[in-house]
């Protein structure tokens, strides 16, 4: 290494110590965000028309809906299960129902529960559904015999029964 | 004859970065003869993606085959399912395709690099590089939403459009890095201390590689011209773009570093062209069809060739999906490449061959 070159070092070395660090604080600094990130789904029950797409699609299973026995659907979304593809935005029949907004999703506590009380959660509004979609078939079937009993009732007080089913 | 020894490296040692074992037999610290033993980190993907999710879901899946080249994996499972629906997608998407894989490229090329460096004692230039490769992963993350897990390519075509302010800020960003890229190219082309490590371990010579199937950077220093993207134009048209092969001629480490390099200033190049000659198009081709039949793609992955096969019965879920990584085609060569060095050179020896377990144990 001849004379200047090792000059050339020594003054960068020299200029290395008041410069400023490459690396962010990160707890006390924001580290870099773009724009379009991709943050936490949000929701707008306003707009959406429960065709369920967005549970369907989804590849881990983070979106998911229940139902109470008048009918009534309830959104249910895990920041922690979701790994925010936006599939579900992409899928949506409804623009605005379902949105990505670039705000990242905080850490998740244990607290919260998030494994074992999202399956826990994600079973149960199956099951609710299922539900509801039994009591429904049942309330149909009975209708439908009211109905036949009904119709055979006023069909006989008529007198004008056929044989014919 | 003087005594031998056995020593173990791995599955968990310092200067590993992945389960990896190897069992070298050692002769006056001269290694003559090796073992290796992987799959340390089988995870069932491929069993997960024939049962657990419908089609569309996989190129989720797969993208956490690997956190590295995630990219490559979501395009080579979104491939081989557009070839199942029979679906040719826009050509708009094939070129922000070709412009992720590229940068993921430059990001993995350096994170090698940073890890050679390393291993081979040099933590200044480790911090350098390191510092050096943030451009890359702040554009992935401007261009895909994501530092890591992309999620770019879905089946049809890509997810997101290239906002024009992005595009600006990955060519200025790009112009800015090339000086910076000259330096580190100077440093491991010149450096007296790296070289001490570097030139002449790991030698590996045309007609080994040839003869053990060595694909990716690890076959080109080599000097042995395999690469998918000078081979293949139906699926991403990389001719098209100025793909330019690289090859070495040692095979050594210093080789591959330097092959790694150049292929950093052919992707500058590729992704500079894409971008300014970006066509306008559709970016999904929607359709409704189940996949059905066989397929099998290859694409060029960071590391090398990777390999898709795929078989649908007409229904949501797959009946078979086999992914081969570039790894799993490297590792008889990665044992030949230890003989006849000495111990002491084998952390930077292992860090050049850019290992990834997970991809190979999936």
Redesign the interface.
Same mark, same amino acid.
């Given at each position: 290494m001849n004379k200047t070159n090792g000059m050339k070092t020594f003054l960068k070395a020299l200029g290395n110590l008041v410069k400023k660090p490459?690396t962010v604080k990160y707890p006390f600094e924001q580290t870099?965000?773009?724009d379009?990130?991709?943050g936490l789904i949000e929701f707008d029950e306003s707009l959406c028309i429960w065709c369920r797409r967005c549970e369907m699609?989804c590849?881990p299973g983070a979106i998911v809906f229940s139902q109470d026995m008048e009918g009534k659907h309830t959104y249910h979304y895990n920041r922690a299960v979701c790994?925010?593809?936006?599939?579900c935005v992409?899928t949506c029949p409804k623009e605005g129902a379902i949105y990505q907004t670039a705000q990242p999703a905080s850490c998740a506590l244990k607290a919260e529960n998030i494994n074992n009380g999202w399956n826990a959660l994600f079973e149960e509004a199956l099951k609710s559904r299922a539900a509801y979609a039994a009591e429904k078939k049942r309330l149909a079937a009975e209708k439908a015999q009211a109905a036949k009993k009904d119709s055979a009732l006023t069909i006989k007080q008529q007198g004008k029964c056929t044989n014919s089913p | 004859m003087s005594k031998q020894y056995e020593i173990p490296v791995g599955a968990q040692h310092i200067s590993l970065l992945e389960p990896l074992h190897f069992k070298f037999t050692t002769e006056n610290e001269k290694i003559i003869s090796t073992a290796a033993n992987v799959y340390y980190v089988h995870r069932g993907i491929e069993q997960a993606c024939c049962s657990k999710?419908k089609f569309? /879901?996989v190129s989720?899946?797969v993208g956490r085959v690997c956190g590295l080249c995630s990219i490559s994996h979501t395009t080579a499972y979104s491939q081989v399912a557009e070839k199942l629906l029979n679906l040719e997608i826009p050509r708009r998407a094939k070129y922000l395709r070709m412009l992720v894989i590229e940068l993921d490229r430059i990001h993995s090329h350096l994170l090698c690099l940073i890890h050679v460096s390393e291993n081979a004692g040099f933590e200044a230039l480790f911090m350098k590089t390191m510092?050096y490769r943030?451009f890359s992963m702040?554009l992935l993350?401007?261009i895909?939403?994501?530092r890591i /897990?992309y999620?770019f390519s879905?089946v049809g075509g890509v997810?997101?459009d290239l906002?024009l302010p992005?595009a600006h800020e990955v060519v200025g960003r790009l112009k800015r890095f090339k000086p910076e890229l000259d330096e580190l190219m100077d440093i491991f082309m010149h450096n007296w201390t790296l070289s001490l490590k570097n030139k002449g371990s790991g030698k590996i010579t045309r007609e080994t590689a040839m003869r053990l199937n060595v694909v990716g950077p690890f076959a080109r220093a080599a000097g042995l011209a395999i690469d998918v993207r000078n081979e293949t134009e139906d699926l991403l048209p990389w001719k098209e773009v100025g793909f330019e092969m690289i090859t070495g001629e040692d095979g050594d480490v210093h080789a591959r570093n330097i092959v790694r390099l150049k292929e950093i200033y052919v992707s500058i190049n590729i992704i500079e062209n894409i971008i300014n000659g970006l066509p306008e198009s559709e970016l999904v081709t929607e359709t409704k069809a189940f996949p059905d039949g066989e397929a099998v793609v290859r694409l060029e992955a960071p590391r090398g060739e990777l390999f898709y096969y795929a078989k649908g019965n007409k229904t949501q879920v797959l009946e078979r999906l086999k992914i081969k990584a570039p790894t799993f085609s490297n590792i008889a060569g990665m044992v030949e490449g230890f003989t006849g060095n000495e111990y002491g050179s084998v952390p930077a020896i292992i860090a050049s061959y850019d290992p990834c377990l997970s991809c190979t144990a999936r």
């Open positions: 490459v870099y965000i773009p379009d990130y991709r699609v590849p790994i925010y593809c936006t599939e992409r | 999710f569309r /879901q989720f899946v510092q943030e702040e993350e401007a895909c939403g994501n /897990q999620d879905i997810a997101r906002k992005v």
